[in-house]
């Protein structure tokens, strides 16, 4: 089976090799194909998997390629996690949105908006050439905004393409550990919503399937706050809401302390990934062997998660990561799991980004959301949630408004579209705003030049 994973020369892809290498079983991946529009890059995260590879027996065989129509052809899995822009692209994204007072995070508000501006032309094109060369993959896509993206592309792929994230696993591990649930990776969980703007509402175990295990936990001041989330948004807010909110709500709950903290701190999370990671791949340019790489790249990946959410954790005085927290949600496990459960026949639950078709009926059925799905060789098929409070509906509709909007921009090349996507996001406060920063975005970004005041 081949896998091709397009931004192969990023960061994270030797999390998903790791796991790869892992995987034993009958079928599993035999190629992977990396693709990167950088060569120093390819090489370098080829010099980590070398590394990883050693001494390990029928690894699978890595290649390299800056043809993105070459690395398409034959593939059987795509996986998409690539970056338009660079790191520099998401240090800018929150530069500009700071200086207007408002948030600049890659995902969230203005400076999720000014990513999938930049990103959604990409990732059609992509799509587009996959429909065409490689019609019978399934791509998993990865790259941030990751709902908004997937839904991009879905209108050329259908539900080919499926949308993965790690913090709603991340999320129910840690409530059902904190439940004390025996068997945290077979409970089931009713989560719902959009990209990093879902809440868990519900924790069932598997013994018993009738009972919902959360409002216990709400009584629990201890267990409430033994976990990242708890710590987060503090216990009295989770009882407030009667629910679970994903980390990335923190940025609307507490959206002034956040912005604050984020003016403050000496840098922005993408002003230090930027230097941080630059200084791996000039240390992996240097290199004229792979032994070491892996150690070195180990290195980098446990600073940048220790310092992941920090201005966050920051602002809510939840004090450093925990070691339980600081193990990853698994996205690499998440991505596996998912090309097995479709390769394999080998049924799975997994929380995903879908068309809802008909799971939040406040949407439309094209609709791509976060919920959990059923996976099999057809694909993922969204399971029953229970319906959305009117907080939480509210806050949705909202937000897939905006990315309505982007993605309209995206594709027809209208500014006027763009501008109403600043304007109509919540956490952006008038459309004066709004226009300053389309502006400021296409002086700093020269890839929205594609915006057209003239266009619809
Ligand atoms: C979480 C999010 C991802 C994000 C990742 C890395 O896992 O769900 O969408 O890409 O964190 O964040 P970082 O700030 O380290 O790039
Ligand atoms: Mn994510």
């Not at 992509?126 to 709902?147: K, M, Y």
């Amino acid at each position: 089976m081949r896998l091709t994973i397009l931004g192969g020369g990023g960061f994270r892809v030797p999390l998903v090799y790791g796991a790869l290498l892992r995987d034993r079983a009958e079928g599993r991946v035999t190629h992977v194909a990396l693709h990167d529009l950088d060569r120093a890059r390819l090489a370098a995260v080829a010099h980590v998997l070398a590394d990883q590879a050693a001494g390990v027996p029928d690894a699978p065989a890595v290649s390299v390629t800056t043809d993105l129509d070459d690395a398409l052809r034959g593939a059987d899995f795509v996986f998409s996690a690539i970056r338009v822009g660079g790191l520099e692209g998401r240090a800018a994204d929150e530069r500009v949105a700071l200086a207007e007072g408002v948030l600049g995070q890659e995902t969230v508000g203005a400076g999720g908006i000014a990513y999938g501006l930049r990103t959604v032309p990409v990732a059609v094109d992509i799509a587009r050439r996959v429909a065409r060369l490689a019609p019978d993959a399934w791509v998993i896509n990865f790259t941030n905004p990751a709902g908004l993206v997937t839904e991009a592309m879905s209108r050329h792929l259908g539900e080919r393409v499926i949308g993965i994230c790690d913090s709603p696993v991340g999320l129910g591990r840690r409530v059902a550990r904190a439940l004390g649930v025996a068997d945290p990776a077979r409970a089931r969980l009713d989560y719902t919503g959009l990209n990093h703007l879902g809440w868990l509402r519900g924790v069932y175990a598997d013994d018993e399937p009738g009972r919902n295990l959360l409002p216990a936990l709400f009584d629990d001041e201890r267990a409430l706050t033994s976990f990242e989330e708890g710590r987060l948004f503090g216990a009295e807010w989770l009882r407030s809401l009667g629910s679970v909110p994903n980390e990335y709500l923190h940025y609307y709950y507490f959206n002034r302390e956040t912005v604050t903290a984020y003016r403050e701190a000496k840098q922005t999370r993408g002003a230090f990934l930027r230097d941080q990671q630059a200084r791996f791949y000039d240390d992996m340019a240097d290199r004229t062997s792979a032994s070491g790489a892996l150690a070195a790249w180990d290195r980098t990946r446990a600073e940048r998660e220790a310092t992941y959410m920090a201005e966050n954790r920051e602002a809510a005085g939840a004090g450093e990561r925990a070691a339980d927290d600081l193990e990853s949600g698994g996205y690499e496990y998440v991505a596996l799991a998912l090309m097995r459960a479709i390769a394999r026949d080998e049924r799975a639950t997994l929380i995903l980004n879908v068309r809802s078709r008909g799971t939040l009926p406040l949407l439309d059925d094209a609709a791509v959301v976060e919920v959990p799905c059923r996976v099999d060789a057809a694909g993922a098929h969204p399971l029953a949630v229970s319906p959305l409070t009117g907080h939480e509906a509210g806050l949705v509709a909202a937000v897939k408004a905006v990315e309505r909007c982007v993605l309209q921009a995206g594709e027809s090349g209208s500014a006027r579209a763009a501008v109403k996507a600043f304007a109509l996001h919540p956490l952006v406060d008038s459309v004066t705003v709004a226009r300053r920063l389309l502006d400021g975005y296409r002086s700093a970004h020269p890839g929205l030049a594609y915006l057209k005041s003239g266009a619809r």
